[in-house]
């Protein structure tokens, strides 16, 4: 199931990336990556991902900014937000606009972005259920 997900990681810190993807793809996980915001807004206009982990501090764009962007594009789309630089009103911030979930760098371990990762997969199947079971009242 886990590889049926597809994850986008976006950070410019290339051996983040590097690390996530190496880590997250030796349990399975259908990973892409890109160093740059701007070109990973136009990474999810091309391309489905059901899973955004993003840095929040980058040039050019802040992961703010492709948090809104992801939540307005496709509404069931897990955002996951990262960063070094935590404060409450970022936190806050962030889950006002509709992240699923906050990672301080530098990481713990990789277990502890798995079970993120897995909680995200596990609201995603109940959402496609719950429209499963919509769509099944209406036709019935």
Not at 5 to 15: A, G, N, P, T
Not at 55 to 65: F, R, T, W, Y
Request: hydrophobic share 45%; aromatic share 8%.
């Amino acid at each position: 199931m886990r590889e049926y997900y597809k994850i986008l990681i976006i950070d410019d810190e290339e051996e983040t990336l590097s690390a996530l993807q190496k880590n997250l793809v030796l349990e399975g996980f259908n990973v892409t990556t890109c160093n740059d915001s701007v070109k990973a807004i136009k990474m999810i206009k091309d391309e489905k991902f059901h899973i955004i982990i993003t840095d929040i501090v980058m040039p050019k764009m802040d992961g703010l900014e492709v948090l809104k962007f992801a939540r307005s594009y496709d509404a069931l789309t897990q955002v996951i937000m990262m960063t070094v630089h935590s404060t409450m009103e970022l936190t806050i911030q962030s889950l006002e606009l509709g992240a699923n979930d906050y990672i301080l760098k530098p990481f713990k371990s990789i277990d502890y972005i798995i079970e993120i990762i897995n909680y995200s997969i596990e609201k995603l199947e109940r959402w496609k259920q719950s429209i499963r079971d919509i769509v099944a009242r209406e036709v019935f």
